[in-house]
Structures are given as structure tokens and as C-alpha cells.
């Protein structure tokens, strides 16, 4: 049987409502720290493409905004809202600010992390934009580097959505 305590975790949305994984009727849920100011940020716009090619069909994307590398989310709710709206057109849903590594980590990032440790088993979260793909069904979680690009991830989705 599969363990899906994680998809129990409570989440605060940045309209400040309480989520949790499974709140989402989904069959793959891809979750994401993300940073409005990292040379990373353009992502955005791959996230979007991810979730607007694959909503229908059972995917669910979900941005964790993550202030503890570099700074480069220093803006509160409303600016994360407006500047991933403007510049990245996104629609999916985002979260407030967490933070991923460490003692203050929100323990939905310490249970992906746990169960899908990144490079030689290390647990901590390196940079933002690392990618948490999550099987609903089994509680199976693949990480992806921040350097992986979202349209990457397209065939691992896609054994997912079958």
C-alpha cells in the first residue's frame, strides 16, 4: 500500500488558503521552489507550458516561492503574484514564501526531500528551481535539478498521466 502522508501536508496558497496535495485531484503533481530574481526564473515560463499542456489530463503544478538562496524572493505575496503573472503569464498555483532546507524547512519539502534525496544521497536542497515530480498513486517522488529544464520532464510526466 502506498504511503501518502505527503499529500496530507498543509500548505498555505498566497490568497492564504490551506491546501494540501490532496486537495488537487491529480495524477501527477509537480512541485517547485521557485525565486522571482534567479537566473533560473525564466522556468516560469516552461512551468506554465507544462501546466497548460497537461492540466486536462491529470497534472498539477504547484510553486513554492523560496527566499534562502541568494534573496532572490525578497517580495511579499502580492509582489510574487504580480511579477510571476506579468512577466511569465502564470496561472498555476502558488504558495507563500517557504523555506526548503534546514530547521525552519516546511515539512512538505522535508518529506520530498526524504524520500527522493538529491545527488550522493544529500537531502538538501541546492538552489531554486529543483523540481519535485510526485506520483499521487504510489507516493513515488523523482528531483530534478534546478538546471533541468521543465520541458524535460515531459516524458516522465507523461508515464504518469497513462
Not at 33 to 56: H, I
Not at 105 to 131: E, V
Request: aromatic share 10%; proline share 7%.
Amino acid at each position: 500500500m502506498a504511503d501518502n502522508s505527503l499529500l496530507n501536508i498543509p500548505c498555505t496558497t498566497l490568497r492564504g488558503e490551506q491546501k494540501t496535495l490532496a486537495d488537487y485531484p491529480a495524477r501527477a503533481v509537480l512541485v517547485v521552489n521557485t525565486a522571482s530574481q534567479c537566473g533560473f526564473t525564466p522556468q516560469y515560463k516552461g512551468l506554465e507550458s507544462l501546466w497548460q499542456r497537461y492540466r486536462e489530463r491529470g497534472l498539477v503544478v504547484l510553486g513554492f516561492p523560496c527566499n534562502q538562496f541568494g534573496k532572490q524572493e525578497p517580495g511579499d505575496e502580492l509582489a510574487i503574484s504580480q511579477f510571476c503573472e506579468a512577466n511569465f503569464g502564470v496561472s498555476f498555483p502558488l504558495f507563500r514564501k517557504v523555506e526548503v532546507n534546514g530547521a525552519g524547512a516546511h515539512p512538505l519539502f522535508a518529506a520530498l526531500k526524504q524520500r527522493a534525496p538529491g545527488l550522493f544521497g544529500s537531502q538538501a536542497i541546492k538552489w531554486n528551481f529543483t523540481k519535485f515530480l510526485v506520483d499521487p498513486q504510489s507516493g513515488a517522488v523523482s528531483r530534478y535539478a534546478p538546471s533541468t529544464k521543465p520541458e524535460a520532464l515531459a516524458g516522465d510526466i507523461e508515464k504518469l498521466l497513462r
